[in-house]
């Protein structure tokens, strides 16, 4: 599409105009904001960009495997794998504040990147995937007066800390402009139509206390979930979905014994821009084979609940 082909032209411009012959890193998370800003930016500059993949311990299933795979199969990017699960994981100890858990990752990647940053010779800008609704909602929300619903790790505080410059290339665009610049610079369709990922990544769909059992459950549940999406043919309708691990453990029945496992949430929206959403209306069917699935397939679930809260008065994620 023109439109999108000369948005890309004027953004390359911009990037070139603003850069320079110095570095940039980039934080690569592996959704979609981040590696089209990241193509977009390779393109402008080549290899002045080194990305830097942060696996907080907080991705899903094989995620960190596939992001690394597909950017090293499809694009020369330089491009570091920073297992960093012990250092987040750690500092969530004990934590069960969601602004506290936020706001603790946010700090870490400051750390982490500072690290690398520090590693790349040289480096004056720090390139983020930060979308127009991102900048919005972290102002204000819904027209109303100036109040912070969730501090977006992506958002704000980080650069000045580092002594890096922002560069960021998408901050005027809405998710689908996102999705068509990246089929214009060439990522692969399953990539592009991925569903979005917060930065704080299963953090926040681990309400109270993250505890790496929690976490390696709610994987599970969540690619059980997924497949099923898949399998039905919905996933291309669906904004995001996921499961949430919810924190308390119910009493059933499996067999003849007694089971006193954690319940869980599983959460699908439609939405346009992630700014308001409704939940998807799954049939019965569809609802009920996926809880049998995810309790007989996952080690530690014995309860599932579908949360039919639109946005607002809820938020998609559940903290
Ligand atoms: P909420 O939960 O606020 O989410 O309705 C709206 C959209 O934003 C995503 N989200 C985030 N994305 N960093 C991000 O990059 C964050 O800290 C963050 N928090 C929420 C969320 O997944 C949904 O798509």
């Not at 999108?4 to 004027?10: F, N, V």
């Not at 960093?84 to 400051?110: C, M």
């Not at 580092?162 to 369709?189: H, I, Q, T």
């Not at 969540?222 to 996921?242: C, G, P, S, T």
Request: aromatic letters at 8%.
């Amino acid at each position: 599409d023109w439109t999108m082909a000369s948005y890309k032209d004027e953004a390359i411009r911009k990037i070139r105009e603003q850069v320079g012959d110095r570095k940039v890193i980039c934080g690569l998370s592996g959704g979609v904001d981040s590696s089209v800003a990241a193509v977009l930016i390779h393109e402008a500059i080549g290899d002045q960009l080194t990305c830097v993949f942060v696996d907080h311990g907080l991705l899903r299933l094989n995620e960190a495997d596939e992001v690394v795979a597909m950017f090293r199969d499809n694009y020369n990017i330089p491009l570091i794998h920073a297992d960093e699960a012990d250092l987040f994981l750690g500092a969530l100890e004990g934590v069960s504040d969601p602004e506290v858990k936020r706001k603790t990752i946010g700090r870490l990647f400051i750390d982490v990147f500072q690290k690398y940053a520090g590693e790349i010779d040289g480096a004056e800008f720090l390139a983020q995937g930060t979308l127009y609704p991102d900048v919005i909602e972290s102002v204000s929300f819904s027209g109303g007066p100036s109040v912070t619903i969730k501090s977006h790790h992506n958002v704000g505080g980080l650069p000045e800390k580092m002594g890096l410059k922002l560069v960021e290339p998408l901050r005027e665009l809405f998710k689908d402009e996102v999705r068509a610049l990246g089929r214009e610079l060439g990522l692969p369709d399953k990539f592009i139509g991925r569903h979005p990922f917060p930065g704080p990544g299963l953090a926040i769909r681990c309400p109270g206390e993250i505890t790496r059992d929690k976490l390696e459950i709610l994987r599970k549940a969540d690619a059980v979930f997924i497949d099923q999406i898949r399998k039905h043919n919905l996933y291309d309708e669906i904004w995001q979905a996921f499961v949430a691990i919810l924190p308390v453990r119910t009493v059933g029945v499996m067999g003849d014994g007694r089971t006193y496992d954690y319940a869980c949430a599983l959460r699908a929206v439609t939405s346009v821009d992630g700014m308001t959403a409704d939940y998807y209306p799954f049939t019965h069917e569809f609802l009920g084979e996926t809880a049998t699935r995810i309790i007989n397939e996952v080690k530690g679930i014995n309860r599932c609940t579908y949360d039919i809260t639109s946005k607002p008065p809820g938020t998609i994620e559940w903290e």
